[in-house]
Nanobody
Framework: QVQLVESGGGLVQAGGSLRLSCAAS????????VGWLRQAPGKERELVAT????????DYVDSVKGRFTISRDNGKNTVYLQMSSLKPEDTAVYYC??????????????????WGQGTQVTVSS
């Protein structure tokens, strides 16, 4: 059974930082691109960062460029999202997702194969 489990969310003040983790079981991340998506109340789910299967290529939505960093440790089957200079508009449930392809950009129309349950990130002003 495939499981993606996110952790690291929480409440933080604007300007603060959080590091999200996504650990996979029943699935090898090393063959797949992985992304982080978020969904704020009343808004559509948005793919904000992706990383290729090797980790050599990353992509970000403009609103998080320079503030978020996606990384991966294939040996630990884990992907991370380091979030800095957080803003209230970053408040959302954050999900990790694994894609069939080895490289994916944030504008992809291809849905992921697997999702996690999400972790709440709340940024107070």
């Amino acid at each position: 059974q495939v499981q993606l489990v996110e952790s690291g969310g929480g409440l933080v003040q604007a300007g603060g930082s959080l590091r999200l983790s996504c650990a996979a079981s029943g699935l090898s991340f090393r063959t797949r691109a992985v992304g982080w998506l978020r969904q704020a109340p009343g808004k559509e789910r948005e793919l904000v960062a992706t990383i290729s299967r090797s980790g050599g290529s990353t992509d970000y939505v403009d609103s998080v460029k320079g503030r978020f960093t996606i990384s991966r440790d294939n040996g630990k089957n884990t992907v991370y999202l380091q979030m800095s200079s957080l803003k209230p508009e970053d408040t959302a449930v954050y999900y990790c997702a694994a894609f069939r392809n080895g490289i994916v950009v944030v504008t992809t129309l291809t849905p992921p194969d697997y999702w996690g349950q999400g972790t709440q990130v709340t940024v107070s002003s």
